[in-house]
């Protein structure tokens, strides 16, 4: 790793292609917070990540009246791939919505699905600010991708519209589904050709109810879909957002990334 790369503190996510070479330029709120919350100046080193093409070395060529650019200099890290589970949510409030969204980005999640509940607490959703949230995360956490954020469903329709190679794990407070980590162990020790075939499955799906749990007509319905297992996440009756992490830090440790090397920093 380079010198500039090593002083490089700052991780930006744009929309554009990245090439050695090219210019890129920064939206209004970028410049604005390299300039006057960072209180950085042209010539210092950044490192840049688009989702697609890795991440890359790049050094701002100016920043003045909420406009600036950087120019790309080498790569950093090639484009990898970040496999992680859906999560399907409920919206829950403000702040603790917020904090949900951020460690579900920092977990490895793979996309974020809110749905709206029986007993959903609010069925509004503000995906600019969640999709800022997610980027926020994102350039945080170090991730090269970041998790595209749906626009809200109802849940039945979204059960009912589920392929079915996707795989469902709905926590269960009523305590009709065995433990999460015994679940994922077993799916993983199964071989092709079994019920849920973790080789062939394309995509699972964390589904967390609403702070008042999941209705009985959602729960029954659920259960009827082949493709749903009902997991258990311990006998306390868990906060929506800490049931997310929960399920997405057993998951990540039993089928995820967690195995692969941090990144490397000098």
Same mark, same amino acid.
């Given at each position: 790793?380079?010198?500039?790369?090593?002083?490089?503190?700052?991780?930006?996510?744009?929309?554009?292609?990245?090439?050695?070479?090219?210019?890129?330029?920064?939206?209004?709120?970028?410049?604005?917070?390299?300039?006057?919350?960072?209180?950085?100046?042209?010539?210092?080193?950044?490192?840049?990540?688009?989702?697609?093409?890795?991440?890359? @070395?790049?050094?701002?060529? $100016?920043?003045?009246?909420?406009?600036?650019?950087?120019? /790309?200099? %080498? !790569? =950093?890290? *090639?484009? #990898?791939?970040?496999?992680?589970?859906?999560?399907?949510?409920?919206?829950?409030?403000?702040?603790?919505?917020?904090?949900?969204?951020?460690?579900?980005?920092?977990?490895?999640?793979?996309?974020?699905?809110?749905?709206?509940?029986?007993?959903?607490?609010?069925?509004?959703?503000?995906?600019?600010?969640?999709?800022?949230?997610?980027?926020?995360?994102?350039?945080?956490?170090?991730?090269?991708?970041?998790?595209?954020?749906?626009?809200?469903?109802?849940?039945?329709?979204?059960?009912?519209?589920?392929?079915?190679?996707?795989? @469902?794990?709905?926590?269960? $407070?009523?305590?009709?589904?065995?433990?999460?980590?015994? /679940?994922? %162990? !077993? =799916?993983? *020790?199964? #071989?092709?050709?079994?019920?849920?075939?973790?080789?062939?499955?394309?995509?699972?799906?964390?589904?967390?109810?609403?702070?008042?749990?999941?209705?009985?007509?959602?729960?029954?319905?659920?259960?009827?879909?082949?493709?749903?297992?009902?997991?258990?996440?311990?006998?306390?009756?868990?906060?929506?957002?800490?049931?997310?992490?929960?399920?997405?830090?057993?998951?990540?440790?039993?089928?995820?990334?967690?195995?692969?090397?941090?990144?490397?920093?000098?």
């Amino acid at each position: 790793m380079t010198a500039d790369a090593t002083r490089a503190r700052q991780r930006l996510f744009v929309s554009d292609p990245i090439t050695p070479g090219c210019e890129i330029e920064l939206s209004s709120e970028q410049s604005h917070y390299l300039e006057h919350v960072m209180r950085l100046k042209p010539g210092t080193p950044v490192k840049i990540f688009n989702g697609l093409d890795g991440e890359w @070395l790049a050094t701002i060529n $100016e920043l003045r009246k909420k406009k600036g650019s950087v120019a /790309v200099e %080498s !790569q =950093l890290r *090639a484009q #990898g791939t970040e496999v992680g589970p859906t999560l399907v949510f409920a919206p829950i409030k403000k702040q603790r919505l917020d904090f949900l969204i951020e460690k579900a980005v920092e977990m490895g999640v793979g996309r974020l699905q809110p749905v709206i509940t029986q007993h959903g607490i609010t069925d509004k959703v503000r995906l600019d600010r969640l999709q800022a949230q997610v980027i926020e995360a994102a350039e945080q956490c170090e991730r090269l991708t970041v998790p595209e954020i749906f626009k809200p469903v109802r849940l039945l329709d979204w059960v009912a519209n589920c392929p079915e190679n996707h795989h @469902l794990l709905f926590c269960d $407070e009523t305590g009709s589904g065995s433990p999460i980590g015994e /679940v994922l %162990s !077993q =799916l993983l *020790a199964k #071989g092709a050709g079994s019920a849920i075939d973790n080789v062939n499955v394309i995509n699972h799906a964390l589904v967390i109810g609403p702070e008042g749990g999941f209705s009985a007509d959602e729960l029954e319905r659920i259960r009827k879909q082949s493709f749903a297992t009902p997991v258990s996440l311990g006998p306390r009756i868990l906060r929506a957002e800490t049931a997310a992490i929960a399920a997405l830090t057993v998951f990540q440790d039993r089928l995820g990334d967690w195995s692969n090397q941090p990144v490397t920093r000098d």
